[in-house]
């Protein structure tokens, strides 16, 4: 079950990160959580506040956290531009990077971009890569 509650969140947040980087170009930090119900919430940091990006992972991953422990969530998920390699060209490559986590499953998702001198995104072959539990972890 959790391989489907992770693509749940991955469907929730990939169109929301790509509408933030087609339309702004750039798109901030935001997270999805994934209840016992089936119903997906996003959760972003409050219009206003100063920070820097990595600032806010971390606001969203203390978030995600929490509700983890309480229960509340059977996945999340955190998205955010990263540079990423592929395993087969060493050549880093900007990127929407999504933390998927589940009790007992975590792993990476990769969307290449290119950002166009016109504005215009060009999105690239998604791949997936392992990733150690931050969300879930015990202890």
Do not use: W
């Given at each position: 079950?959790?391989?489907?509650?992770?693509?749940?969140?991955?469907?929730?947040?990939?169109?929301?990160?790509?509408?933030?980087?087609?339309?702004?170009?750039?798109?901030?930090?935001?997270?999805?959580?994934?209840?016992?119900?089936?119903?997906?919430?996003?959760?972003?940091?409050?219009?206003?506040?100063?920070?820097?990006?990595?600032?806010?992972?971390?606001?969203?991953?203390?978030?995600?956290?929490?509700?983890?422990?309480s229960g509340d969530?059977?996945?999340?998920?955190?998205?955010?531009?990263?540079?990423?390699?592929?395993?087969?060209?060493?050549?880093?490559?900007?990127?929407?990077?999504?933390?998927?986590?589940?009790?007992?499953?975590?792993?990476?998702?990769?969307?290449?971009?290119?950002?166009?001198d016109e504005g215009?995104?060009?999105?690239?072959?998604?791949?997936?890569?392992?990733?150690?539990?931050?969300?879930?972890?015990?202890?």
């Amino acid at each position: 079950m959790s391989r489907e509650n992770l693509q749940e969140i991955l469907a929730a947040l990939v169109p929301f990160a790509q509408s933030q980087l087609e339309d702004s170009g750039h798109c901030p930090p935001v997270a999805a959580s994934l209840d016992g119900a089936g119903d997906i919430d996003l959760h972003m940091p409050p219009v206003g506040v100063g920070g820097s990006a990595e600032d806010f992972v971390e606001l969203l991953k203390t978030a995600l956290r929490a509700g983890a422990r309480s229960g509340d969530y059977a996945a999340t998920g955190l998205c955010r531009e990263v540079t990423a390699q592929r395993m087969d060209d060493p050549s880093p490559i900007p990127a929407l990077g999504v933390h998927l986590e589940a009790p007992g499953e975590s792993l990476e998702f990769f969307l290449p971009f290119v950002m166009e001198d016109e504005g215009v995104v060009t999105y690239g072959d998604t791949f997936f890569g392992p990733a150690d539990a931050e969300i879930f972890a015990e202890g």
